[in-house]
């Protein structure tokens, strides 16, 4: 959804994140609704300047999301408060799946299909009955396939079967009344420490802010990802705005706040190892992606939008490797590098301390402060042969060698790392030119105004001059292994003293062209499989439509009075549509559900989809439209009029969800890896298939181990942001928070014999760092299984380089990962507190 | 002396004339005439004095709050929020109120540092050394380490022996390029940035 969409909201719940002060721009949105008469909620952990502005807050024990999620969505089943006339529709709550599929209410707590010694999860019970479900191109991460044997089959030529009188016992209705049916209010109590009371005022709230009328939205942030159940928070979250009808909606949806100006960005266009760029799967040795038509074969699904998968890769090759890129071969697919397993970044700092990594560049992170193990990401980079590091004011992850952790604990000394280093200043947003794309798919093109001062160049220039000399250190090379880098594209205009690469010309390859012409294309439906089209992401087709339009620098917002979502500002992909699935706005014969929550409808006089928004959908496919199983039909012909969600193989909102999740088909209710206490409603107690890496530095506390007895979640703060130094190195910021501090309950305080403003050790197996405390009763302890649970929790934004500086959190934590992203777990691990200062670890930073 | 006293008299006259606060006490209007005095008759706006105005984007969070840049000489001098966002409309948070600071942060390094094997000093190194270095290093690394097949055949032709770590404070451009080259010309794998953090 739109971030001023927001404003069109009945009900916003803010959840696993703190937007008031962490998205302070943002939340004025979330208070222009509420001046409309919204309730806005806010589950949590703490109480934050966003609890006090919320009519309700909720506090839940960090970690125990799913149990209050499953709550809602069992209290919206059992008392029949879901939207009917748009979940029916819309989503698969009507599906059949396998006879073999085994819930964990009847199977100890895990679904069928678990190799419990691999710690993976095979999908064929999963499935609709009868069929094999591919997941959209986007989800076939190694394992899916791999857990197929032998891929996805891709023979589905009928839709799955249903029962819309939702009495058949393997329905998704069915599955999910069963699977959610323990987690009643006294059990959502029991395990988040949530009163039954609130919790109630919770669930009602938005039942009543759902249907034709009203709509509800939800807003989260790292509190919900950064878990070893990351995704399925947000499943179920997704669920439950299924349910109510709360998607493709004004005011309604599922918002992600995240949180780097480019994060969306190089999420779409990614830095990220596992995809190409927008959402196309990098190619994987242990899948069959042998050849270009191995891969196209595998990751083709017959249904949906993604169908069109062949168009935007082989334009993508196109786009890279340029005349290399033919048709007979293979159009250069085999110069693409493999994946051999999980490269994130995670197993890359333990690669780094196996002496895997030799080299690496830093671009504008600083993984010192941000990654979890910060004393083994030291250990990694001190163990490098060479490391490059741009960013504009020195950084932890730069001056480790000098100042870090280990060196001032006499553990390393300077003449014992080996590792070369290069600092590079970087120039900022102001002083180059370029796009980024906030966090609701805004891509914004930003002016050089200013000259960066010195050496300092933006990173363009940095690729595109390193780029250009290795591409001449391996023009003479004849070696297989060197064609990609020969092949590669890189003849970019240059501008100026400092032959500054010219953006717009990157923005128009990444929008596409036609390559006999380079004619700029106008939008991904003119991209062809067949070499003749070039597009770097085809999400992005359509922001450079033609040589000089460039609508990412447009801004032209509505005119007071009017509001046709601000089109005109700025682009956001996909074709500049505002709101994703908005075809569900309208009911299933393309009418409005209501005049109030209008947004985009069918037209049948002009036989066109239009409204306040650009239609996600086919512009012309009539609402009453359905395909004709008879003739095979595939990609979007497969999908009806009725079928808003285009990405799907079958159109439909998943519920459940057949493929494509590495750890089941519902979120289930684990505890976090450490947790005090044991998980109250299975008997598995943490998700059966997270991401474990053991190394002698990375232990992991076993459950309610007695040295290690508190609840650990870490935040960041208005004024800082994240582990860049950037705030920290900005002086008006860095005096408004000027140390690092640990936030502490008066009850635990108490109990340890700490007063406010003492110095205090925090210690896990990982480390021990200390910062002063803070008493406040923005923390409560919990009522849990008879027993009182302590939370403490701290900003983890500091390091020793900046303004302000302080002990780094992430020194506490551990590595291991999402099974889906690979994501850290920042949010719910345990410690131990005590009143004190670490002896001789530092004077002064 | 009298003369001294005299002007010392006629000065601090001239002075409570000129100041806002008796002219408020005697009843002019603290936002009208007492505004006035003739010191700010003098003054003008320091945005005037900006020879190019244009827009940027807050390079914090991800809300993506517009930005109006005024610069001199080429350095920036005024950073405020574009009151034609719909984002913002003209508000920014304190971290991207603070932009200014940050591009004139005297932590700021505007040089290129490099620090050798086993030393314990930076040293100021020309750009242009740097760079060729890095090619140098990187072309080594990768020779060393990129596998075309693995042992039973398979191709993979990428290299684990470099890693790249960054990118969502970047311009999308800049992702792209960092992923087409170092992937797709390298055959580095481990491409990552904060999307994970
Ligand atoms: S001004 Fe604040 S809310 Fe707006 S983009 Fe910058 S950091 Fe985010």
New binding site residues.
Partial sequence: MALWDLANSDCITVMGSNMAEN????FRFVTEAQARGATVIHVDPRFTRTSALAEIHAPIRSGTDIAFLGGIIHYLLVNDLWFRDFALAYTNLAAIVEEGYLDPEENDGVFSGLLADRGIYKHDTWQYEGQISAAASAENFEQTTEAFEGGVARDARNPPPTDPTLQHPRCVYQIMRRHFGRYTPEMVEHVTGCPQATFLKVCDALARNSGRERTGAFCYAVGWTHHSYGVQIIRAASIIQALLGNIGRPGGGVLALRGH?SIQGSTDIPTLYNMLPTYMPQPNAMTQHGSLADYLKAQTVPTGWWNNLPKYMISLLKAWYGEAAQPDKGFAYDLLPKLTGDHSQLPTTLAMVDGVVKGQFVFGQNPVVGNTNSELVERGLANLEWLVVRDFAMTETASFWKKGRLVRRGELAPDKIGTEIFFLPSAMAAEKEGTLTNTTRLVQWHDKVCDAPGDCRSDLWFVYHLGRRLKQLYADSEAPEDAPIRALTWDYPTNGDLSEPDAAAVLREINGYTVAERRQISGFLELKDDGSTACGGWMYSGVFPSADENRARSRKPDRPGSFTHHRGWAFSWPDNRRVLYNRASADPEGEPWSERKRLVWWDAKSGKWTGLDTPDFIRDKAPDMRPNWEENPIGSEALGGADPFIMEPDGKCLLFVPSGLKDGPLPTYYEPVESPVGNPLYKQQSNPAVKLWRHSANGLHEVGDPRFPYVFTTYRLTEL?CGGIATRAMPHTAELQPEAFIEVSPELAREIGLNNLDWAVLSTARGEIEAKALVTERLRPFHISGRYVHQVGMPWVYGWEGYTRGDTANVLLAIFGDPNTSIHTTKALTCDLRRGRLYGTRARL | MNQIRRRLARKASEFFKDWSVPRQLSGQSAVAEAARSSLSEHQRPRLEEADRIGTSI????????AQLVYAKHGKPIHIE?DPRSPV?QGT??????GTLGMMLSELRVPEVLYRAPHSSAWEKRPLDWAMARIAALVKQTRDETIVDRLADGTPVRHTLGIASLGGATLDNEENYLIKKLLGGGLGVVSIENQARI
């Avoid at chain 1, 998205?23 to 943002?26: N, Q, S, T, Y």
């Fill in positions: 998205h302070p721009v943002a100006c942001h | 807050c390079p914090f969070c991800a809300v993506g709050c929020g913002n920014l948070c304190p971290k991207g109120a």
